[in-house]
């Protein structure tokens, strides 16, 4: 009995009361939750990974095959004229092949956060532990799958004839924000994507639009109105961005992408905020 | 310094019926969430309460039972407790670490091993990489499935992923354990094996909330009882009166008073003039099934089975033959009476149903089979419904 009177007991309160009203403790306990999941978010993300890998025969086949069949494609159509993209100034199939890797690494962090907390449904709805974990090992999945974009990228490089420069490492950093900026968007999405399944549909349809007023597989347009696609799409800095800085060691459109970074991280955290807020009103509504 | 580990203030919890209407309640609860209001304290179309106004305490090394019907807000009352959800109204206050064994193996993953699984599950529950290497040899043995532990946890039973999970949940030790009735899964042997676990817990100072149906372990392990009943509490300090309460919601709507009478005879015999004595036994009495038959053939050596079984524990309950008792029954031909005695039942303070079954020489043949419903009223100063033994006779 002793040795529990010595020990500091944690605490908790629950009140109707909303956690915005107290902004100082919602912050303390966000921040704390987030630290106290790192252990919990690598589990996950090992339990998640050998799964994924135990019961498939491809392996990380799926996570570049796609897209760069999807270049391929558009490599094929540009070089017998089929459509005309204008001139880029790097060799068109790495330019093709990198912005669609690229873009498959965006599309995947977006739909990361919701999937990731669907299928952890049943154990939000029975166990208390840091929401925060399950976010961060979608992270750590989508770091993973940065990686071996990285080393297909690297492939693409040498295979065309270019050369991998240190400028790779700043880019990489870049990549990170697109990842964020996904999961960002992702994460927002997700206390609605929850409840109703419509928000599901609205992204698989929505990426498919997005690819193509996204500067992947052509150059930003430069011209009214087209050149708002360069302007007003937040992917287009960051996915142009890592491109130029990987290939060319510079990037064009400096304002832009470095608002788009700014976005980002108010957007993640943002984000954070309301997945930790709505989450037991969705626990609620879910079955037990 | 206080000892009180939970303490609940008038907590409510509202629930709504219909899914639409539930999802887009909760759309707006998570838009006045984020504004910083508070959702609306009174009930909107479709929602009722599902929980209301329940106040307790818990203190360390304590045990409060909770009971009551399928529905009664029982596990929503836990999930507020384990702040999975948040309470409409009242408040909170939880002191120290928390288990709750609600979901055992929650987080486990089919196509890992169990190894695998134990750290992963160790992970969910908060408990430290560390702290589960030390423990894991104890937590294999105490899981009971050494063979398997490499083996992916889909090819596991119910049974067993319940039995590794209770072992990983037990062995880091609470300060206040949530148990829902999670148990009763595994089998025989397990059962009082988690059962001597969490009397040790309590030992070592652990306030434990305890659901169950089950009254005998309700009895056994509760020091005070919180009757729960469409969402509204009670409390007893006495154990005992909070149990016979609990049988009381089912005394007065849980008994039917149609006799079943599902087999009466066939071409060659007829049971008619059937009587039940009594149908609401007091401590002493024997229950009679006093019956006149007519047969055209002898029917030698038949089989009669009896079964008493309670309406509310489907654990409870005593089945013999005549055969067990080293009697031979016959039924010659011609007009005969017969009846049926069982005197001594132990049931006490309770609602069950009497099978009565005869059956022709080695059971080829089902000639009568009537199910009667009996109350049972409570003998002074008795706790539970317990069986010891009964004594059968057939004249």
Known sequence: ?288 | MSDVLVAAEGVHKKFCRSLKRSLWYGMRDMGAELLGLCGPPELRKDEFWAVQGVSFELRRGSTLGLIGHNGAGKTTLLRMLNGLIKPDRGRINVRGRMQALIALGAGFNPLLTGRENIYVNAAVLGIPKAEVDRRFDDIVEFSGINDFIDAPVQSYSSGMTVRLGFAVAAHMNPDILLVDEVLAVGDYGFQSKCYNKIGELKHNGTGIILVSHNMHTISTFADRVMLLSKGRSTLFDYVPDGVRAYTNLFAATGMSDDIEKILSGNGSITFYDVQVAKRVLNPADSFSLSMWYEATTDYRDVDIDTLIYSSTDPWLYFQSTNKAYRRTVDLPEGRHRMQVTIKDIPLNNATAKIVVTIWTKNRTEKLFWWRIPVVFRAADYSTGNNFLQVAYEVN
């Open chain 1, 1 to 288: 009995m002793d040795a529990y009177d010595e020990r500091e007991l944690p605490s908790a309160v629950y009140t109707p009361e909303s956690q915005m009203r107290t902004p100082g403790r919602l912050i303390r306990s966000m921040w704390k939750d987030l630290k106290g999941s790192r252990e919990l978010a690598w589990r996950l993300f090992v339990r998640d990974l050998s799964a994924r890998y135990r019961q498939s025969l491809l392996g990380v086949f799926w996570s570049f095959v796609p897209p760069v069949i999807t270049g391929l494609v558009f490599i094929i159509l540009h070089s017998k004229r089929i459509v005309n993209f204008g001139s880029t100034d790097i060799p068109y199939p790495v330019f093709a092949m990198v912005g669609t890797l690229l873009w498959q690494l965006f599309t995947e962090s977006l739909n990361a956060p919701l999937s990731t907390v669907k299928a952890a449904a049943p154990i939000l709805a029975k166990i208390n532990f840091p929401r925060e974990a399950l976010i961060v090992s979608a992270f750590y999945q989508m770091l993973f799958s940065l990686s071996i974009k990285v080393v297909v990228i690297i492939g693409v490089l040498l295979v065309f004839g270019m050369k991998v420069t240190p400028w790779l490492i700043p880019s990489l950093l870049i990549m990170i924000a697109l990842i964020l900026l996904g999961m960002g968007i992702g994460l927002l999405l997700t206390p609605v994507g929850m409840l109703y399944s419509d928000i599901a549909s609205i992204l698989a349809v929505g990426i498919q639009f997005w690819f193509f007023i996204t500067p992947v597989v052509y150059p930003a347009p430069t011209t009214f109105p087209y050149s708002l696609i360069a302007f007003l799409n937040p992917v287009s800095p960051l996915l142009t961005g890592a491109r130029d800085v990987m290939t060319k060691g510079a990037i064009t459109h400096t304002a832009s992408f470095l608002a788009v970074t700014w976005l980002t991280v108010v957007l993640v955290v943002g984000a954070w905020v309301v997945y930790r807020v709505t989450l037991p009103i969705i626990v609620e509504r879910m079955s037990s």
